[in-house]
């Protein structure tokens, strides 16, 4: 159930305040306020909400959830279903989930300002900026030695996908505390050939991002997810934004796994408040809990220009085919363009066993959304997650027509 609007909490207060004893004489209360005009819109928008939620629920989602944040930032946000669907537990808008590679962006901000200071050159390749006790190892990657910064950044490197290594997935659910090193992680892919020559194709690959957060330590001295909390979540409030570096990340829906099951997941995530697998590979591939009124703040901040990182978002946009995530989708720098009916979106989906995410930005109307739902199952879905955001829109610009009409 959604949370009840303001102005219904002060009937039930007023009514609850106004009981008198016998012996007192009968007391006027006041008329409870009405809701202003822009109360009573906020309460229309998340009874849209509600209902679009309500009917992916009816598909099979245990839980959903969402926000929008308005053009002058304020943060409305609806939940229906299930935290878990064994206990009963209703989702509220407060529970987090993994957001999967969503994650990306906020790493994405990081590389683009050490770029935009001159300490990473986009187009110089990696090789040449790592430090030489590493070189050797990059060596041993497909293109290793030819891939610049920028052909990470857009997935067009060639390397192939860690997380697909034979074994790569039943290792997660075997040592869930395992503690992953950049190289252990693009240990997976050494000695393979590449999949293509570097920049001739499009291929969506973690491998990119992680080999982009070695480089970003190397850089800077600095464990990359101490930095995403030192630049963004802390100063940017973003306090429901949580690395997933530990099993133990509180606030977390259950997930429910339906597509991950035959990888080897469990059916479900989380047991002792505690993920059942090894969260923390994922790393600069996406590595975050969050809700959607996070994941939408973090998108108006980001694309809308709002972050001192990444003032202008045009660096973002460096765009090429992806045909991969849709014929309509150009892919930039960690960030998923497409043109719709309501004008370009650009965000970011996200997939972790359990879960699906979508957080997105539509310039025209500067609106920022965000979409989660605590199972893997896009099945159920029955669409991609950025369509959720677009159908949110829909809702909100339609109550904006009626109420400018």
């Known amino acids: 159930m959604t949370a009840p609007r303001p102005f219904v909490r002060a009937l039930v207060l007023l009514a609850l305040m106004g009981c008198a004893t016998s012996e007192d ?86 590389f683009a300002e050490q770029i935009a200071a001159g300490r990473i050159a986009p187009d110089v390749p990696v090789s040449d900026q790592l430090p030489a006790d590493q070189r050797a190892l990059l060596a041993r990657l497909p293109n290793g030695p030819a891939v610049t910064p920028r052909q990470l950044l857009r997935h067009r490197s060639g390397l ?6 034979p074994g790569f997935f039943p ?57 995403v909390r030192e630049r963004l979540l802390e100063p940017l409030g973003l306090r429901d934004t949580l690395p997933t570096d530990t099993r133990h990340v509180p606030g977390v829906a259950q997930g429910h796994v339906v597509a991950g099951l035959p990888l080897g997941f469990p059916a479900r995530t989380r047991a002792d408040d505690a993920f059942v697998f090894d969260v923390q590979f ?64 650009w965000g970011h989906d996200g997939f972790m066993p359990g879960y699906l995410a979508s957080t997105g930005w539509l310039p025209r109307h500067e609106l920022a959304f965000a979409f989660q739902t605590n199972t893997d199952d896009a099945a159920a879905l029955g669409r991609r997650p950025s369509d959720v955001l677009l159908e949110l829109a829909d809702a909100v610009l339609a109550e904006r027509d009626a109420t400018d009409g």
Request: aromatic share 8%.
């Open 25 to 110: 004489p009968p007391a006027v209360s006041p008329s409870p306020e009405a809701p202003s005009p822009r109360e009573a819109s906020d309460a229309r928008i998340v009874a849209r909400f509600d209902a679009i939620l309500d009917a992916l629920l009816a598909r099979g989602l245990p839980g959903a959830s969402c926000a929008v944040v308005l053009p002058d930032g304020r943060v409305l946000a609806a939940a229906r279903g299930l935290a878990d669907a064994d206990t009963g537990r209703a989702l509220t808008p407060s529970d987090r989930m993994l957001s999967g590679s969503v994650g990306k962006t906020y790493f994405v901000a990081l």
């Open 171 to 227: 290792a997660l659910v075997a040592e869930p505390d395992r503690v992953w090193t950049g190289w252990d992680r693009l240990a997976w892919v050494f000695d393979r050939e590449p999949l293509f020559a570097p920049d001739a194709d499009f291929l969506y690959s973690d491998t990119n991002y992680v080999l982009l957060g070695v480089l970003l330590e190397a850089v800077t001295g600095r464990p990359c997810v101490d930095l």
């Open 282 to 345: 994922e790393w600069t591939g996406g590595g975050f809990a969050s809700t959607p009124s996070d994941l939408a703040r973090w998108a108006r901040l980001l694309w809308g220009g709002h972050t001192a990182l990444v003032p202008d978002a045009g660096v973002l946009l460096d765009a090429g085919p992806a045909p991969e995530l849709g014929a309509d989708v150009r892919y930039g720098w960690a960030t998923m363009l497409r043109d719709t009916p309501q004008g370009p979106l």
């Open 160 to 165: 192939p996908r860690y997380v697909y290594a």
